[in-house]
């Protein structure tokens, strides 16, 4: 991958482990899908406000990742103001705890913490941190138990887990120049690292910001077993943040700057542009109603929270958030879909 080593790639939700075998005969034609709203009577509503010991904090609320864990029916936010993890029953929609121990916000995203988080199926937390660390937390005491330098000098960012075979993969995408460090999750060591320097079975996706060699961003495929990358696909006019797998169509929904596009994951052609919404950062794809959920916090038109049918690869609605609203996760189980918004809380929508 060749990018300046000036070129500061700020990574998001850079990241997508796929398990499933990738078909190499697929083929598709690009095209847009336009759809119409709903009938105002359906769709996503508020259900739920969650709030806690400076949940909301007064002012800007500094969070980053969400993420569900579907088999303790957990919510975790990354929260930077707070310095901790926050931990929601999204069975109750109530706070149940928090995690602290991480450097929180100073003035710098660069350098906040914590960032990505994520629950491998050994009952640990994971949680990068703004001094460039993961913090390994042992969710039965909800201490933390281990701590890996990944080497940086700003934050570890995003993160992916390869439960086959036991392998995390996080970015420290603010450093001058970019790198992925791969850790062994039973051992919590680190193994490797993978730098971005001016530079087929299961896989890691990493979306790509624009730089110098791909001005509209791309996808980054990352062999997780011999630790190298295997192929790019340049993403004309989007400069991705934000990246989810639909498994079952084998399609990718990257959030843009501008509008979100749906790109084959084999081949890496776009075969869908979403033109009712844009600007998005966290998107997450739902296995429990075949949807993808869109927090597109710079709508030119106010943010949004929006959602795309997988099946169509169509806009299928869109609810209003609040500004800086770029963080969303699903329950499969439920379908409740929890956004943290600034000076309210955290938000759970469902449909109605």
Request: net charge negative.
């Amino acid at each position: 991958m060749s990018t300046s080593a000036k070129t500061r790639l700020t990574w998001f939700l850079a990241i997508l482990l796929v398990l499933a075998t990738l078909a190499t005969s697929v083929s598709y034609v690009v095209s847009t899908h336009l759809a119409q709203a709903k009938d105002a009577s359906q769709g996503l509503r508020q259900i739920a406000l969650i709030t806690g010991p400076n949940i909301p904090p007064r002012g800007l609320w500094a969070f980053d990742i969400s993420f569900v864990d579907d088999q303790s029916q957990v919510y975790y936010l990354a929260d930077a103001s707070n310095a901790s993890v926050d931990l929601i029953d999204t069975r109750t929609n109530t706070l149940i705890g928090q995690i602290g121990g991480f450097r929180g916000f100073h003035g710098s995203r660069d350098t906040q913490g914590p960032g990505g988080v994520l629950v491998d199926d050994l009952g640990q937390l994971w949680a990068s941190d703004g001094d460039s660390t993961v913090k390994v937390i042992d969710l039965s005491s909800r201490t933390i138990v281990a701590t890996l330098r990944t080497g940086g000098a700003k934050r570890a960012d995003e993160m992916a887990y390869d439960p086959q075979d036991q392998f995390l993969l996080v970015t420290n995408g603010s450093d001058a120049v970019p790198f992925a460090t791969f850790i062994s999750v039973t051992k919590r060591a680190i193994l490797g690292k993978l730098v971005f320097e001016g530079a087929e079975t299961h896989l890691f996706y990493l979306s790509v910001p624009a730089n110098k060699r791909y001005p509209g961003g791309a996808v980054a495929v990352v062999d997780p077993l011999t630790r190298q990358l295997v192929k790019e696909y340049p993403i004309p006019a989007c400069d991705p943040s934000g990246i989810a797998l639909d498994p079952a169509n084998q399609e990718l929904l990257l959030g843009c700057s501008g509008h979100p596009v749906i790109v084959s994951a084999p081949t890496g052609q776009v075969v869908a542009t979403i033109l009712q919404t844009s600007g998005c950062d966290e998107v997450w794809y739902n296995r429990g109603d075949q949807r993808f959920y869109l927090a597109a916090f710079t709508n030119p038109t106010g943010p949004v929270l929006s959602v795309v049918d997988a099946a169509t690869d169509a806009w299928a609605e869109q609810v209003a958030t609040v500004k800086k609203a770029h963080s969303v996760a699903v329950d499969p189980l439920t379908n409740h879909l929890f956004v943290p918004e600034t000076g309210r809380g955290i938000v759970v929508y469902a449909q109605t």
